[in-house]
T-cell receptor, first 116, second 110 residues
Framework: GAGVSQSPSNKVTEKGKDVELRCDPISGHTALYWYRQSLGQGLEFLIYFQGNSAPDKSGLPSDRFSAERTGGSVSTLTIQRTQQEDSAVYLC??????????????FGPGTRLLVL | GESVGLHLPTLSVQEGDNSIINCAYSNSASDYFIWYKQESGKGPQFIIDIRSNMDKRQGQRVTVLLNKTVKHLSLQIAATQPGDSAVYFCAESGYSTLTFGKGTMLLVSP
């Protein structure tokens, strides 16, 4: 079946511009996560959506970052006024089980963001 | 081997050898563990998981061993192939979301 998809696969932008990254989770998965991965580093948690509950935004690094999930499916991560330190791979994952319930997270291919 | 939070180590093996990648975890309450494989330019791919009521689980060419006494997890890859070259990282969960290690890079020479 179809896995998690993300778009665009690569994004080059200028410092100060806004960017939107999209994630299509696996159909039927209620949990959706966004992570950031810098070169050679581990996964940095950003935000978690579970069904219709309020999202867990505890990992967002600044108020320039926001995300929404429409209709319990597609999610968009928005970075406003991008900075060079925002350059990273942004990964989306979905899971059929909520956080903390031995959930297996399935990842998309990521969006590689480069801020010039 | 790796520990959640340390810099990325590298394991170099010859094609056909068996590979063992290690992971130490710190949360004794963790009850679920996953190994992921991440190839260059791709997202992490689920390989195998194990729950804390088990100490060994086998998949196709891969075996995960769990030693709860010393909080240690390992991934064994049999007959390693060049296509196995990637970063491998473990993740642990115990009543909270998965916590990911930074990974071990596996390099397989033909």
């Amino acid at each position: 079946g179809a896995g998690v998809s993300q778009s665009p696969s690569n994004k080059v932008t200028e410092k100060g511009k806004d960017v939107e990254l999209r994630c299509d989770p696996i159909s039927g998965h209620t949990a959706l996560y966004w992570y950031r991965q810098s070169l050679g580093q581990g996964l940095e948690f950003l935000i978690y959506f579970q069904g219709n509950s309020a999202p867990d935004k505890s990992g967002l690094p600044s108020d320039r970052f926001s995300a929404e999930r429409t209709g319990g499916s597609v999610s968009t991560l928005t970075i406003q006024r991008t900075q060079q330190e925002d350059s990273a791979v942004y990964l989306c994952a979905s899971s059929p089980r909520p956080k903390g319930y031995q959930e297996t997270q399935y990842f998309g291919p990521g969006t590689r963001l480069l801020v010039l | 081997g790796e520990s959640v939070g340390l810099h990325l180590p590298t394991l170099s093996v010859q094609e056909g050898d068996n590979s063992i990648i290690n992971c130490a975890y710190s949360n004794s309450a963790s009850d679920y563990f996953i190994w992921y494989k991440q190839e260059s330019g791709k997202g992490p791919q689920f390989i195998i998981d194990i729950r804390s009521n088990m100490d060994k689980r086998q998949g196709q060419r891969v075996t995960v061993l769990l030693n709860k006494t010393v909080k240690h997890l390992s991934l064994q890859i049999a007959a390693t192939q060049p296509g196995d070259s990637a970063v491998y990282f473990c993740a642990e969960s115990g009543y909270s979301t998965l916590t990911f290690g930074k990974g071990t890079m596996l390099l397989v020479s033909p």
